[in-house]
T-cell receptor, first 115, second 111 residues
Framework: DQQVKQNSPSLSVQEGRISILNCDYT??????FLWYKKYPAEGPTFLIS?????DKNEDGRFTVFLNKSAKHLSLHIVPSQPGDSAVYFC??????????????FGKGTHLIIQP | SQTIHQWPATLVQPVGSPLSLECTVE??????LYWYRQAAGRGLQLLFY??????ISSEVPQNLSASRPQDRQFILSSKKLLLSDSGFYLC??????????FGSGTRLTVV
């Protein structure tokens, strides 16, 4: 049973436009959410996070929105740039103190930025 | 700052051969350490985590094992590799509020 779902395996967006990556979760105990970016043959790098007490967090071109009632979060990238082409993983934690039992990841969405 | 060293970067092993992947960390003490695997169409799957020396928890039953002989060393092993063990293996340090720092990964191909 997949607790974190990224239903779009890939997404193609034109350079300069907005990229919206979606993530749904089923476990109501999740209270902290993260987005990671991954290039081929490299480890994922942390991008942005949000606590369940917030509904929005912004960092430069990246904004994460959380809708707890819908158990849905999204990552917005504006404007999209060629270097944003990567696989994006949504992740969730049910222990905001750095739960030792690990993050739960989605399967990832491959974002392709078209010139 | 925390750093993770993972090696080798790539590895091609025959079916039935043993495996040993090593991960060492710097810039932190008593970290929570994790082994993840990225396999085609499977996303990132937690394999093992460790909260201290000699303490290993397994998330997925399989023919892999993990050990933590020292505070900043985490080892992933197998006695006999299967084709299904192919994938991209990632070591990670647990951080504040559940965030991780990942190593650069090892691409394992079992042939």
């Amino acid at each position: 049973d997949q607790q974190v779902k990224q239903n779009s395996p890939s997404l193609s967006v034109q350079e300069g436009r907005i990229s919206i990556l979606n993530c749904d979760y089923t476990n109501s105990m999740f209270d902290y959410f993260l987005w990671y970016k991954k290039y081929p043959a490299e480890g994922p790098t942390f991008l942005i996070s949000i606590s369940s007490i917030k509904d929005k967090n912004e960092d430069g071109r990246f904004t994460v929105f959380l809708n707890k009632s819908a158990k849905h979060l999204s990552l917005h990238i504006v404007p999209s740039q060629p270097g944003d082409s990567a696989v994006y993983f949504c992740a969730a934690s049910d222990g905001s103190g750095g739960g030792a039992d690990g993050l739960t990841f989605g399967k990832g969405t491959h974002l392709i930025i078209q010139p | 700052s925390q750093t993770i060293h993972q090696w080798p970067a790539t590895l091609v092993q025959p079916v039935g051969s043993p495996l040993s992947l090593e991960c060492t960390v710097e810039g932190t003490s008593n970290p929570n350490l994790y082994w993840y695997r990225q396999a085609a169409g499977r996303g990132l799957q937690l394999l093992f985590y460790s909260v201290g020396i000699g303490q290993i928890s397994s998330e997925v039953p399989q023919n892999l094992s993990a050990s933590r002989p020292q505070d900043r060393q985490f080892i992933l092993s197998s006695k006999k590799l299967l084709l299904s063990d192919s994938g991209f293996y990632l070591c990670a340090i647990g951080g504040l509020e559940g965030g991780y720092t990942f190593g650069s990964g090892t691409r394992l191909t079992v042939v």
